[in-house]
């Protein structure tokens, strides 16, 4: 896990059409990937000085991306369209097409690309019952020797946390029946492991803006358990 990791993919300059007048404005473009500050996005400014200072600025949510298309050069020669899932587009264009293509690899490799690879990450949970997952980051803490980003996977079974740079590597695990308590907020989620997992007893908190999806799923979760047999009746608390 990297402790100091850097969620800006690439950003420049970029002409993005008024959905409204069909007219092209100049601005500031930071793509930025998924992590436990929020979900993949372009976040815009009026210049690139605005950026450094983090200043007001427009975000776009890529999460409900549908496609990535070139238009014909003949259209237009140097842009790209973002469609969504509500059959909203975003139109970009760009000086040349060097940067075209180049923001072009870019968001199809994080909307696309990397949205199926974590989609085909082990699954631990029982066959019947998808795990969901999210990006969190990891506080300093005893049971592990590293911190930093990293996604949380909730399965039937446990808690797995794995490597947000290396998503096919796992970092540990937490069986459900080894959790004491539990419990999160809108920024955080935390949670209490016994002996009897890999990592000993010990304390562990996560920073992250989905804190309560995370704390409804596990708690879902452990009631599912307990429900169909995984899980036997134990001092199991979410009161953390």
């Known amino acids: ?27 500031w473009l930071v793509l930025k990937k998924a992590s436990s500050k929020g979900p993949c996005r372009l976040e815009r400014f009026p210049n690139e000085r605005a950026a450094s200072f983090h ?9 409900h991306v549908k496609n990535i ?23 970009l264009n760009f000086e040349c097409e060097t940067d075209a ?15 199926m690879k974590i989609f085909t990450l082990p699954c631990s949970c029982h066959r019947h019952r998808p795990s969901e997952r999210f990006h969190v980051f990891l506080m300093p803490c005893r049971g592990l020797g590293t911190h ?49 997992c890999d990592t000993g007893e010990g304390f562990f908190k996560f920073q992250t803006l989905e804190g309560d999806a995370i704390y409804q ?9 307990l429900h169909s047999g995984f899980l036997r009746r134990t001092r199991v608390q979410d009161d953390l």
């Not at 799923?217 to 358990?225: E, P």
């Open 1 to 27: 896990m990297d402790a100091d990791f850097n969620d800006v993919i690439k950003q420049g300059y970029v002409m993005i059409r008024n959905r409204h007048f069909w007219t092209y404005q100049r601005c």
């Open 101 to 115: 293509a180049d923001w072009y690899r870019a968001l199809y490799r994080e909307c696309v690309q990397n949205r």
């Open 55 to 63: 200043s007001l600025h427009k975000v776009t949510d890529l999460t």
């Open 69 to 91: 298309a070139r238009p014909p050069k003949q259209k237009r020669k140097h842009g790209l369209t973002l469609t969504f899932r509500d059959v909203t587009a975003m139109t």
């Open 217 to 225: 799923k596990v708690h879902a979760t452990v009631l599912l358990a």
């Open 148 to 196: 930093g980003e990293c996604i949380l996977q909730i399965g039937l079974e446990a808690i797995s946390l794995w490597d947000a740079l290396r998503p096919h590597l796992k970092v540990a695990s937490w069986p459900l029946r080894s959790l004491r308590r539990y419990g999160g907020d809108q920024t955080w989620f935390s949670f209490e492991a016994g002996r009897m």
